[in-house]
């Protein structure tokens, strides 16, 4: 859509409006090498792409000093990583409604690498919000509205995984599951999420944190040696990182 969406300044006739475009060109249309050649040959009167050696003669450009920091998440870190993991692998998950599944998995994992501290506020809001056994829509309205709070990106990738998703008409896992056994599956969980939660509040130390610091030193020393001023811009999704860096 991003893609439509800077068309229509250059010729809002080449794709039509919003719903044929999502007709041809989404990504649950099952997109196959006609689509894009078709997409291609529509984009070619206006789209030309320049290499970056094409205009080095005119435009001085910056070279980029790329330096890589590895770092080794330590035993209870790589521990928290590995659970959760396996946790997100089921099939079924009361924390997770089935029509925001893939979305809240993939924020999920974002906030795991981002930082443990990331990971534990997530997890707090998400027990909260189960201890209430709302009914499955509410759920998912507010498991949805919790991550927004963490992860700061979450609207911008939504509508694509909607997009996916919004063909599918999951049932909720209170449909497939008797009254009793659900209390059971519900407690359980809660007991689940406590326990991860617990874990990642027990971690002091950020190992990603830590390789930061020392990754900065050395972009530092090179900018020292380049002449260059003492700055830095670190970019994070996680609201809770941020917070943690400031």
């Known amino acids: ?19 044929s475009f999502r007709s041809l060109f989404g990504r649950g249309n099952g997109l196959n090498d006609r689509h894009f050649t ?4 529509r984009l070619r009167p206006i789209c030309q792409r320049t290499l970056r050696k094409q205009v080095t003669e005119y435009i001085p450009y910056t070279n980029r000093l790329a330096i890589t920091q590895d770092f080794t998440p330590s ?17 079924q998950l009361l924390a997770m409604p089935s029509s ?3 979305l809240i998995t993939m924020v999920f994992r974002k906030l795991l690498a ?16 189960l201890k209430t056994d709302r009914s499955h829509l509410q ?15 979450l609207n911008e990738v939504k509508e694509e995984w909607a997009e996916d998703e919004e063909d599918s008409a999951p049932q909720s896992v209170e449909e497939n599951i008797e009254d009793k056994l659900r209390v059971q599956l519900l407690k ?9 939660r617990h874990l990642a509040v027990s971690i002091t130390e950020n190992a990603k944190g830590q390789a930061l610091l020392v990754a900065l030193e ?3 020393d090179k900018l020292a040696a380049l002449g260059a001023a003492r700055k830095a811009v670190i970019f994070t999704e996680s609201r809770r990182t941020q917070a943690y860096l400031k």
């Open 188 to 196: 359980a969980e809660i007991e689940e999420l406590e326990a991860y």
């Open 100 to 102: 925001q599944r893939q």
């Open 139 to 153: 759920l998912e309205e507010d498991v949805t509205e919790a991550v927004a709070e963490d992860f700061e990106s």
């Open 114 to 129: 981002s930082s443990t501290f990331a990971i534990a506020g997530t997890l707090e809001t998400l027990v909260n919000r």
């Open 38 to 41: 078709d997409l291609k040959a």
């Open 75 to 91: 035993d209870h870190g790589q521990r928290l990583y590995n659970e959760i993991s396996e946790y997100l692998r089921r099939d």
């Open 218 to 220: 050395k972009g530092f």
């Open 1 to 19: 859509m991003e893609l439509y969406g800077l068309t229509q300044f250059i010729d809002p006739h080449i794709f039509g409006d919003e719903v």
